[in-house]
């Protein structure tokens, strides 16, 4: 099953672009690529996923490499708000999420 | 309201003592799932359930046990608790579990978690 690669900690200043990163070199043709973010020690949110295009919603967007090995999380307006866990997940199959230790966004003032 | 909760909150046991975590969801989801985090091993799941009397062991099941014997409710139970399960669990649950070809319907496969149980084993 893949597995992902995140940095463990990033900073972005507030009001400009929070650009994070995954590796998910051994992705398979089926799997989606799921961001989520944990604030503090609360549930985790669901932020978006996707499978090969790229894909917006209200919160972020998300851009996966044509070869799918790699994917961008882009909030376009961090605010202190987004000072979170994002863990980025590839769908297994027979159903399993596999949470890493995700990457540790602050936003600075 | 949507929600997954999650009982107790906070709970703090001794070496042996069994317990259960209730967990329940009023969405009608078919898929339900446990997790621990642990500081600096993110989160790992526990089991899952993709229906009613269908379970299915995640990546840490030893020392756990589940039911789903209705599709709201997902107890974790924890016969005879250790200090080496001391975590934060987190349950959550989806619609739908990925379909036989393996592509998931976007509109329902988000998963939703409840807001933790903090357990501690003395």
């Known amino acids: 099953d893949a597995k992902t690669t995140q940095p463990p900690s990033m900073d972005c200043a507030e009001g400009r672009a929070a650009n994070l990163p995954c590796n998910h070199s051994?992705?398979?043709?089926?799997?989606?690529v799921y961001w989520y973010r944990q604030i503090h020690s609360q549930g985790p949110q669901y932020i978006i996923h996707?499978?090969?295009n790229n894909e917006t919603n209200e919160m972020a967007s998300l851009i996966i490499t044509e070869d799918r090995k790699s994917s961008t999380l882009i909030l376009p307006h961090a605010t202190l708000r987004d000072t979170a866990v994002y863990y980025c997940?590839?769908?297994?199959?027979?159903?399993?999420?596999?949470f890493g230790t995700g990457t540790s966004l602050t936003v600075i003032p | 309201e949507a929600q997954v909760t999650q009982n107790p909150r906070y709970l703090i046991t001794v070496t042996g003592k069994k317990l259960t975590v209730t967990c329940s969801q009023n969405?009608?989801?078919?898929?339900m799932s446990w997790y621990r985090q642990d500081p600096g091993l993110g989160l790992r799941q526990i089991y899952y359930?993709?229906?009613?009397?269908?379970?299915d062991k995640g990546d840490v099941p030893e020392g756990y046990k589940v039911s789903r014997k209705e599709k709201r409710n997902f107890p974790l139970i924890l016969e005879s608790p250790s200090p080496n399960q001391t975590s934060l669990y987190f349950c959550?649950?989806?619609?739908?579990?990925?379909?036989?070809?393996?592509?998931?319907?976007?509109?329902?496969?988000?998963?939703?978690f409840g807001p933790g149980t903090r357990l501690t084993v003395l």
């Open positions: 959550a649950s989806s619609l739908s579990p990925t379909d036989p070809q393996g592509l998931i319907d976007k509109s329902t496969d988000t998963q939703y």
């Open positions: 051994t992705i398979s043709g089926n799997e989606y």
């Open positions: 996707g499978l090969k």
């Open positions: 997940i590839v769908r297994a199959t027979g159903n399993q999420f596999y």
């Open positions: 969405m009608n989801h078919e898929y």
């Open positions: 359930s993709m229906n009613v009397e269908v379970t």
